[in-house]
């Protein structure tokens, strides 16, 4: 069952994440076969990096799933603008990224792989390679949306279901600024 190679093995994974794991109809993402996905995905609950369990994101873009404080630490920020001034600069325009408040997070390995890359590329070929990295940047962000709004999608539906087993009568949108009516009994909920 952990064979990577194995079509028949993947084969196995691909249905059984289907069938049971709502959160991950989508594909895998590419180069990752159907175990690491589903592991990645859902069986896994700590930061990559330092196995804390606290505040731990998937980060799609970058593949990686790990708390605030790593990806602060394996992340380069940019100051973010309206213009989208950073983009364009050619290294940085074809790297994933992440907005977290008004910053623009590059992988630190990424930035430093693309000026690799870079320092290599002359002539002709820059822009052929800056048109390729532009194009799987926006494949690989729209992909990551797509995942986060799934995300988000099944956080509402969470939310839904712990008010409806409470047996609460009211929309679980205003539940912080409406009385809660359960079991027949009556309780204010302030406002935080």
Same mark, same amino acid.
């Given at each position: ?52 369990? @606290?505040?731990?994101? /998937? ?5 990686? %799933?790990?708390?605030? #404080?790593?990806?602060? *630490? ?61 194009? @799987?940047?926006?494949? /690989? ?5 797509? %995942?986060?709004?799934? #995300?988000?999608?099944? *956080? ?37």
């Amino acid at each position: 069952m952990c064979s990577p190679k194995s079509p028949i093995t993947q084969d196995i994974w691909r249905a059984s994440r289907i069938k049971f794991l709502q959160d991950l109809q989508l594909p895998p993402p590419e180069e990752m076969c159907e175990e690491e996905y589903v592991r990645f995905g859902k069986l896994l609950k700590h930061c990559q990096f330092c196995s804390t369990k @606290d505040s731990v994101k /998937i980060y799609w873009q970058f593949r990686v %799933r790990c708390c605030q #404080e790593c990806l602060v *630490k394996n992340t380069i920020p940019i100051i973010y603008s309206k213009d989208h001034a950073w983009m364009k600069d050619k290294v940085l325009e074809g790297l994933v990224y992440v907005r977290i408040d008004n910053k623009v997070l590059f992988w630190t390995a990424d930035v430093k792989r693309s000026f690799k890359e870079f320092e290599k590329i002359s002539g002709s070929q820059f822009d052929d390679w800056v048109e390729d990295r532009k194009e @799987d940047r926006i494949n /690989i962000m729209e992909e990551a949306a797509q %995942r986060e709004l799934i #995300e988000e999608e099944r *956080k509402q539906r969470d939310v839904v279901s712990a008010v409806n087993a409470l047996r609460v009568d009211v929309d679980p949108r205003q539940f912080a600024l409406s009385p809660i009516h359960t079991g027949g009994t009556s309780s204010a909920v302030s406002a935080l």
